[in-house]
């Protein structure tokens, strides 16, 4: 065996699998902010309604960047989940109860 205590092992094993998920993170938030806004998509993919270059389809879903109420939105195909564009909200919803 290795003359590493157990416990040492089992630490840096974690910490490292720590910083490996914040790396993907990372990578896929720096994917979404450096997706084209609408109108630049739809002009490199000469369309006149936005659609999936990949598949073709028309169902989209949006998503916030940051949380669901965010202002940035990112867009993607329900179909085949490939992020497509994104924009900006007029104004983020009213978070509480109209009543």
């Known amino acids: 065996m290795t003359d590493i205590p157990f416990p040492i092992l089992i630490a840096f094993t974690f ?3 720590c910083l490996f998920v914040l790396h993907m993170h990372r990578r896929h938030q ?3 902010r450096a997706l084209p806004e609408l109108a630049d998509y739809l ?3 000469n369309q006149q309604a ?3 270059n ?4 028309a169902n989209l879903k949006e998503m916030g960047l940051h949380d669901a109420n965010d202002v940035r939105r990112i867009v993607s195909c329900a179909d085949c989940n490939r992020m497509l ?3 900006q ?3 983020a919803p009213e978070s509480g109860d109209e009543a």
Not at 54 to 57: A, I, K, P, V
């Open 15 to 17: 910490l490292f699998g």
């Open 30 to 32: 720096d994917a979404q």
């Open 43 to 45: 002009a490199t993919h």
């Open 50 to 52: 936005p659609a999936c």
């Open 54 to 57: 990949r598949c073709g389809s």
């Open 85 to 87: 564009y994104q924009y």
């Open 89 to 91: 909200r007029e104004q």
